[in-house]
């Protein structure tokens, strides 16, 4: 088909269409109404889709204002050749005449769509024969934008004005609305911009000619519509808006004046802004670190486009696409849908002028070089983006997905507070950018620990009343409390020059016998009160070789392993000491040029202290770290081989050790999952647990598989529990191997089976340790450990004794009672065990009594038959003196720390304890008619205490807790 033909067609095609008489300027159209719908060619040229008048709204497409719109979509395959012109409107020639209308994308910037505006004198659908008035083939923003563009016709006539919309295949939405077409008399400012502050807001915009008498802006609440009011006069192509409300969005119009009080031109399309968050934080001195791990006052800005700048906690694990420097919490920006321009605004920090500030963070991308980041640094004293800001560090290809180390140096002219400005500015959908671990200083900035201390003369902790601790204005510790006790130490950061003040806020009871102090970092008592506040600041100040912080006695058996952190680097390294507990502040210790060390050949059970101090050259020293108290632990069961079987049915020098505060493990009765005992971990209702409990010591062998099983329940939701195995019997080491672990929740018992190998042969100990919250508690039960590979039990025949009676004399603590227990197995009879697991063996002192024996025949760890009998030791009547017997006295009973014993005012020549098992484990001649047994350092249980004076014996039962 030829040209002429296809003029032809369209011509044939505009008549069925309908006609109407052309309308005169000006000329509005926002497809509110039927009649401006109705205005319209609607011509599709190509495979594509052809425009449409919609009210619908989503999130990619939507009115300017108002309901309705025209919306034009990229064809998958086709993309499009949709045209919307205009009916006839009359323009006259010698005038200039302005075009405005509001168009978006549905996308971003890797989806650009592209809009013609076109005028022509016959409403055909072609460029040819047309004036083009605007073009844009990168439209790529979602939000709306104004378009203002003027025109003369050469004659007077009607004319049509064409959008062509023409994209490439499958690149979404282009939305468009609000058009008018007026002769411009007066010239309309375009290119409006809004650069906020906190309380300004800097705007520019450009013009076709600077009238004579200047412009007006009117900055108002968004949505309240075209101002009808007169605006700020303003000369010039800019100006600075003053007394604005910091956190609040505002729209912004501007308009020339070209006739004071009688000609105007048209007030540009509104410009939406908001004002940046007013700063409340309290400046912070040098050193500054801030890890973003609790509240750290730093401004996430709202960008004008694309995502802002978050922080969490978010994290893929290892090689995953975001996560932490260390510690949970970073910050994080997604350049998805848009290209970056995302703000985060540091807190203010007081910086002195002309010295070399330092600046250190940690920063990573989530890709790889095919998608780099871009993200850049500024120091300004204004909290928010300026053009004041000094840029101290830029990089525009950011790709290592493991964290990078950025050192800054720089200086600032004056002394003041000032605000570090992290931007990303990445391009779209190029990932994250993630930075974290932020360390502000100078060379002389030098930050030490203070304690807060809390005292309570009653010892019975603050009962209910807490209160809070600032340092510039920001809580350190907010309503902190002494659960239990007569006194509690929390220490903290501080950097000199630091405002520290406090809040009493009281509680339920009475706090007359509550009191706190602050100390410095040598000791001294800077601040203290009962009940009150302290409003005044205490003005910190940090001496010039400062002591370490966190001191930490990890101790074993016979060892400690010694840590601590530096808050200023020593030149010269530490001196660390350990030594008897109460030997007093040391004047020396032994050099270390690292902030660990590990100290070997300690006694067991025996209780010492630790110092550690910084050396600063020149015969400077820190104050002295410390003391830290610690006692060794006691040697766990000597080993064992397998299998190994223990239902805490009777002791079996399993050892405990808690790292926080009455939360060791004990052997107890309340749960068992069978039997009569267990162990839990004692919780408390005041520390959370951090409580380990150590097996005997097992002979394994290296590359032979064993299988460990055991019950375990909680008391209490949530408990995280895990097991260990290693070498050493104490927590430093184990908490490196631990091989199970789960948050248990339930009142019954589960049962968990793990697989381990060793690497090599050895003694090994089982470690079970429990992170309980106070209030909750955690229990294990039946615990076996046996090789993998054994065969099938045999088939044996267990001989079990039935019942017996013996009789003993009147005054005796028991009988000895010999039984004879034994099996046989059809074939070899290795790896079966007859496992006493209840009473006592042959040959021990029964007591007065029922005792009951149970005997489990054990074989690779399982029980494969029981004996069980009931021994009663009686008394033979008749046989001896017991007139002088009434008189025994013996309290208290239970006992914890001393029993005390009168026995009818009679001199009491010997004492002897016996475990249940017969054995004397304690032995006293007091010859005194008053006796005391110290029993502070036995065991748990139940003992016999047989007491002989110079005419009589007595035996009696007594409860050790």
């Known amino acids: ?19 109407t008489d052309p309308v005169s300027l000006p000329y509005s159209n926002s497809f509110e109404t039927e009649t401006e719908q109705n205005y319209w060619y609607n011509i599709n040229t190509g495979a594509g889709n052809p425009w449409v ?97 003027t025109f003369e016709v050469p004659q007077n006539g009607t004319y049509y004005v064409g959008f062509y919309f023409y994209p490439d295949p499958n690149l979404g939405y282009l939305s468009l609305d609000n058009i008018n077409l007026y002769e411009e008399l007066c010239p309309k400012p375009t290119n409006v911009k809004a650069v906020p502050g906190q309380t300004t807001a800097d705007i520019s915009w450009q013009s076709a000619s600077t009238p004579d008498a200047g412009f007006e802006y009117v900055i108002k609440t968004p949505g309240t519509g075209i101002p009808t009011e007169p605006g700020n006069p303003a000369q010039g192509l800019s100006t600075t808006a003053q007394g ?39 400046p912070v001195n040098l050193p500054y670190n801030e890890s973003f791990e609790g509240d750290s006052h730093w401004t996430l800005l709202e960008p004008p486009v694309g995502k802002p700048w978050v922080k969490g906690e978010f994290n893929l694990g290892p090689g995953g696409l975001y996560g932490p420097s260390d510690g949970k919490n970073y910050l994080m920006h997604d350049d998805s849908e848009n290209v970056s321009d995302a703000w985060v605004i540091s807190r203010g920090i007081n910086l002195p002028a002309g010295k070399e500030i330092t600046l250190q963070f940690d920063y990573r991308s989530s890709q790889d070089e095919y998608y780099p980041q871009k993200m850049k640094v500024v120091v300004s004293k204004d909290p928010f983006p300026s053009a004041n800001a000094m840029q101290i560090w830029n990089n525009d290809f950011i790709q290592s997905t493991t964290y990078n180390t950025a050192n800054v140096t720089f200086t600032v002219p004056d002394n003041g507070v000032y605000y570090l400005g992290y931007q990303a500015y990445s391009d779209a959908n190029y990932g994250y950018v993630m930075f974290d671990n932020v360390k502000v200083s100078d060379k002389d900035s030098s930050p030490c620990e203070y304690i ?21 204005g920001d809580p350190v510790f907010p309503d902190i409390t002494l659960p239990i006790g007569d006194v509690l130490d929390f220490p903290f950061k501080i950097n000199s020059g630091d405002a520290i003040t406090t809040v009493w806020n009281g509680g339920s009871h009475s706090g007359w016998q509550t009191s706190y102090e602050i100390l410095d970092s040598n000791g001294n008592v800077v601040g203290s009160a009962s009940e009150q506040n302290i409003s005044t600041p205490i003005i910190a100040s940090c001496p010039n070789c400062a002591k370490p912080s966190n001191l930490k006695a990890n101790y074993g058996q016979t060892t400690v392993d010694l840590t601590w952190d530096f808050l200023t680097q020593p ?151 895990s097991l260990s195995i290693a070498n050493k019997a104490y927590a430093y080491v184990q908490k490196e191997n631990v091989i199970w672990s789960k948050n248990v929740s339930g009142s019954k018992y ?42 099938d039990p045999p088939e044996c025949d267990y001989t079990c004794p039935g019942n017996m009676t013996v009789y003993t004399n009147p005054g005796n603590i028991g009988a000895v009672v010999n039984y004879n227990l034994t099996f046989a197995c059809e074939g070899a009879s290795t790896g079966v065990f007859s496992v006493l697991t209840e009473g006592l063996p042959s040959g021990a002192i029964f007591p007065v009594g029922e005792t009951t024996v149970k005997h489990n025949l054990i074989f690779n760890g399982q029980i494969i038959d029981t004996c069980s009998f009931v021994v009663t030791v009686e008394e033979k009547l008749g046989t001896a003196d017991n007139t002088k017997d009434k008189g025994l006295q013996y309290y208290p009973n239970p006992v914890v720390d001393n029993l005390t014993v009168k026995m009818n005012g009679d001199v009491i020549e010997n ?51």
Request: proline residues 5%.
């Open 1 to 19: 088909m030829n040209k002429a033909l296809t003029i032809f067609s369209l011509l044939s095609f505009l008549f069925a269409f309908g006609q």
């Open 53 to 149: 008048i919609t009210d619908e709204t989503s999130t990619v497409y939507e009115p300017s204002q108002g309901q309705y719109y025209a919306r034009a979509q990229s064809d998958y395959e086709n993309g499009g050749s949709a045209w919307l012109i205009t009916k006839g409107i009359k323009i006259e020639a010698g005038h200039k005449i302005a075009l405005d209308f509001d168009y978006r994308s549905s996308l971003n910037t890797l989806f650009p769509v592209k809009l013609k505006v076109v005028l022509k004198q016959q409403p055909i659908p072609v460029l040819e024969n047309s004036t083009e008035l605007w073009v844009n083939e990168e439209i790529q923003i979602n939000t709306y934008q104004n378009a203002h563009t």
């Open 244 to 282: 604005l409300q910091p956190n609040t969005q505002y729209e912004l119009y501007v308009r020339s004046v070209c006739t004071s009080g009688s000609l105007y031109g048209n007030w540009s399309s509104p410009v939406v802004f908001k004002t940046y968050p007013a700063t409340t934080a309290v």
């Open 452 to 472: 807060l201390r809390l005292k309570d003369s009653e010892g019975d902790g603050w009962n209910y009343n807490t209160m809070s601790l600032f340092v510039n």
């Open 571 to 721: 030149a010269n390294g530490y001196q660390y000491v350990v030594q008897p507990a109460g030997t007093g502040t040391p004047s020396s210790g032994t050099p270390v040029d690292n902030t660990e060390i590990h100290v070997e050949g300690l006694s067991t059970e025996t209780f010492y202290e630790a110092y550690v101090r910084a050396n600063c050259g020149e015969d400077t020293y820190s104050s002295w770290a410390g003391p830290v108290y610690f006692t060794t632990l006691p040697n766990p069961g000597s080993a064992v081989n397998l299998p190994y079987n223990y239902g805490f049915e009777t002791e079996d020098e399993w050892i405990t050790q808690s790292i926080s505060r009455n939360n060791q493990w004990m052997i107890d009765s309340s749960y068992p999952a069978e039997g009569e005992s267990h162990a839990v971990q004692n919780f408390n209702y005041y520390f959370d647990a951090n409580s380990w409990y150590f097996s005997r010591g097992l002979n394994l062998q290296g590359g032979k598989e064993i299988l460990i099983k055991f019950k375990y329940r909680s008391i209490g939701d949530n408990v995280p529990m």
């Open 750 to 791: 589960e049962e968990a089976i793990i697989s381990f190998t060793p690497n090599s042969s050895g003694v090994y100990y089982l470690g079970f340790n429990s992170l309980a919250a106070k209030g909750t508690g955690a229990l294990i039960d039946d615990v076996q450990v046996y090789m993998v590979g054994l065969p």
């Open 911 to 961: 004492i002897a304890v016996y475990n249940f098992a017969g054995s004397i484990v304690k032995s006293e001649k007091p010859n005194a008619k008053t006796a005391n047994i110290d029993m502070r350092n036995l065991p748990s249980g139940v003992y016999i205490v047989n007491i002989r004076t110079s005419s009589n014996v007595k035996s009696f039962k007594v409860i050790k807790k």
